[in-house]
């Protein structure tokens, strides 16, 4: 878990220090920049919170805030891609009253995710999880081996701490693509890419 874990602090640092490079030329009344520097601080808050859980052994409990890092990342991505001015307004307009049932829309995340060029990996991860975060640790209290049809392997700490700096990088590119000054996807990305393939059973 230590590599995933430090590969979101290393996101993380890419985040704050870009930011202290771009922050005087912020404009407030740019959609562009309000939509993607609020969305880069819930990248920064959701990470750090999905590596103190992976580091508590709670990587299954982590998943919807994955899930959630996905949907921000892949928006930050979605509105740097093209038309940013045009994108950034209707996210905000979006944003202006949000439910979870838009918010986290598997239908529009996976086109998304697919167009961008997001890993297969990330994919799975937002399109799986969900049953894993109900269904895992089932067996975790006295006597649970009772309810041995109900149990789910799921996912390790390292696994989703490494999905997070994936997420985090492609939110990284997503700045860097609009300001020039945050510099490191790609090495993030080459940590977070092996992500292991085994479940917790």
């Known amino acids: 878990m230590k590599a ?3 590969a979101v602090g290393r996101a993380k640092s890419a985040i704050d220090h870009g930011f202290s490079r771009v922050g005087r030329a912020l404009k407030v009344e740019d959609p562009v920049d309000r939509a993607l520097a609020g969305l880069a601080g819930r990248t920064i808050a959701i990470g750090n919170a999905i590596a103190l ?18 949907e ?11 038309d940013r001015p045009a994108r950034a307004e209707e996210f905000l307009k979006e944003t202006i009253a949000p439910r979870w049932d838009s918010f986290l829309s598997d239908e529009r995340l996976l086109a998304r995710m697919k167009a ?3 890993p297969a990996e990330l994919e799975d991860l937002a399109r799986a ?9 089932a067996q975790g209290i006295p006597w649970g081996h009772v309810f041995e049809q109900d149990k789910c392997a799921g996912r390790s ?10 997420a ?3 939110a990284v590119t997503a700045l860097h693509e609009h300001w020039g000054e ?3 996807a790609e090495e993030i990305l080459r940590t977070a890419s092996a992500v292991p393939q085994e479940r917790k059973q």
Do not use: T
């Open 4 to 6: 995933g874990v430090e």
């Open 53 to 70: 859980l992976c580091g508590r052994q709670h990587a299954n409990e982590a998943l919807p805030l994955l899930r959630s890092l996905l």
């Open 72 to 82: 921000i990342s892949v928006s930050m991505r979605w509105i740097a891609d093209k």
């Open 116 to 118: 961008l060029g997001y």
């Open 129 to 137: 999880s969900c049953r894993e975060h109900l269904k895992a640790n």
């Open 157 to 166: 700490g390292e696994e989703v701490a490494r999905a997070a700096a994936g």
């Open 168 to 170: 985090m990088a492609h």
């Open 182 to 184: 945050f510099p490191g």
